[in-house]
């Protein structure tokens, strides 16, 4: 019988057991755990995979934030290991609170509560930034092991919808085109490197052609070319009063705030929302525009509130700040959205952390 699925067993007979026929080793059995736990954070913020795994029983698991499930000390080294090459690498884990309950003298179960700096999260996936682990020790040759552990990614809790929302629902994160599945939503039609910008501020240039071949005759290697909202687009971050070559100009957007010397991806979307649908609190790490080609939307961050419409100024929020979108108007929102991101960062990270004032709602 394999450990895990011995230790789970155990957990169904655990009832079986008096407190007092192992409560006399709880005490330093639960320092022992507490300092598996110790040595948890010490081993991740070493980005050492191997110490981290040998805090795991042989045939140990581990199932992820994001619900990916792997089997076997050996397993978990290896994606670790992988792990702490990019993502993980700038990260730092704190554990602030453990909470241990022994269902037998060889097993318990603790709830361990963290937080998490630095993490590079691909676009699509939640940043790690606080969470409970729940975990079944084993206590192995009179060494405790995690045998089984559970991450789940948590955000503060609130009371239960009491009705029906009066708002649409949350659009949510912005999907790649790949996934859509409807005309509405917003839709990730481009992320690409646009290289080093020397600069502290850059602009984005909008051109259309007529054909998708002659905007590709025109791009250059900071340029996009895209066909969206029945327009073949080339998208441009370059400096002001840059100009392709051939192509009707229909917008030049700037300046857009950015971080000299850093490395950029410009990622592009198409966003078409009905009046009254919002986005989640999000941020992003790098500043961000639009192009409204009709419809109007409204921003909301910590400093106030953004209001684009179809014909007015194009709308430029600097990276960094929480914000909170909602289309508004009596028109369907069309609009192609820059994110002028830094290239070592996720273009997104949704957050839980700021409640909007309803600016957007007066």
């Known amino acids: 019988m394999n450990g895990t699925l011995r230790a789970f067993l155990l957990l169904a007979l655990a009832a079986t057991f008096p407190k007092a026929a192992f409560s006399g080793d709880a005490t330093p059995d639960e320092a022992e755990i507490r300092n598996v736990e110790t040595r948890q954070q010490e081993a991740w913020n070493r980005h050492d995979a191997k110490a981290y795994a040998n805090l795991f029983t042989e045939d140990g698991d581990v199932v992820n934030v994001v619900g990916w499930w792997w089997k076997g000390r050996a397993e978990i080294e290896k994606k670790l290991a992988a792990a702490y090459a990019y993502v993980f690498r700038e990260s730092t884990l704190t554990i602030t609170e453990v909470d241990v309950k022994f269902l037998t003298p060889q097993i318990a179960v603790a709830h361990v509560r963290w937080s998490m700096v630095g993490a590079r999260t691909p676009a699509g996936i939640p940043e790690p930034r606080q969470g409970i682990q729940t975990q079944v020790l084993q206590k192995e040759g009179g060494q405790w092991l995690i045998a089984a552990f559970q991450n789940t990614n948590g955000v503060p809790e609130k009371p239960f919808p009491t009705g029906t929302p009066d708002a649409p629902p949350a659009v949510g994160n912005c999907k790649p085109v790949g996934e859509r599945t409807s005309e509405v939503g917003c839709w990730i039609i481009a992320d690409q490197p646009v290289g080093q910008l020397t600069e502290s501020q850059t602009f984005w240039h909008l051109d259309v052609y007529p054909t998708r071949a002659a905007a590709e005759e025109a791009k250059g ?78 921003l909301e961050t910590p400093e106030g509130k953004y209001v684009g419409r179809a014909g007015g100024p194009p709308v430029i929020v600097p990276g960094g700040p929480s914000m909170h979108l909602t289309a508004t108007g009596a028109e369907q929102r069309r609009a192609l959205v820059l994110i002028l991101h830094q290239t070592s960062k996720p273009p997104t990270t949704l957050v839980h952390d700021w409640t909007p004032k309803g600016l957007c709602k007066k």
Do not use: D, F
């Open 221 to 298: 290697p900071s340029g996009t070319v895209v066909e969206s909202l029945g327009k073949v687009w080339l998208l441009t971050v370059e400096k002001a009063g840059w100009r392709p070559s051939k192509g009707q100009r229909i917008a030049e957007i700037g300046p857009l705030p950015i971080v000299a010397g850093e490395k950029y991806s410009a990622q592009y979307m198409e966003a078409i929302l009905n009046p009254g649908m919002t986005s989640s609190i999000h941020t992003h790490s790098g500043p961000e525009a639009w192009y409204t080609l009709a419809g109007e939307t409204c």
